[in-house]
């Protein structure tokens, strides 16, 4: 009965665009309910993640908070439940353009037991934030979060430096994939302008290859 008042009830309370009016005293009653019954954690963090706000920063920094408070309640088995969704939404947040959003992602990594569940599980975690972390590393323009970038990266490095070599190295492949890409697209385009060029100049209609318009739209 309890589990239902949580989903049915509690849980949509995050949706409402008013939720600032009373988001504190909600992360309250919803943290207590995972403190007395840690197996709901996977069942608030998926809430959580489908009300997760996609335009409003400082509703997600709310978020994160909450996010925060429930993790440090959540035990490693629900930990796992949830884990993929879970980091891909942090991805997301460390990928933010809004330093606040981004930086208070990188707090997580400040709690111990959120670290440590993050360590056991890393070999999950880190393929899936680590193009956000390498970004961010390298050229965030905000500085605070690029030293903190920097440092949970750092830590990554340290326990695991083999994961971390694997990470790097496929991120580096895929990035030389979307140059790959990117530069065909470009020729392309230009291929299709010398045409357009050559025709205009001597007044005859322009008809494109299909083969090439689909290769450039399609790329």
Known sequence: EHKLFLVRALIPLHKPKCIPMYHQQLSYCITQFVEKDCKLADTVIRGLLKYWPVTNSSKEVMFLAELEEV?????????????????????????????????RALFLWNNDHIENLIKQNRKVIL???FPALEKNARNHWNQA????TLNVRKLFSDIDPELFEECLLKFQEDEAKEEEIKLKREATWKRLEEIAAMKAASNEPVLVPHRITTHALSG
């Open 145 to 148: 979060v690029q030293s903190l």
């Open 127 to 129: 393929p899936i934030i």
């Open 71 to 103: 993790l440090e309640a959540t035990q490693p088995p629900e930990f796992q439940r949830c884990m993929v969704p879970l980091f891909r939404q942090i991805g997301r947040c460390l990928s933010s353009s809004h330093f606040q959003v981004a930086e």
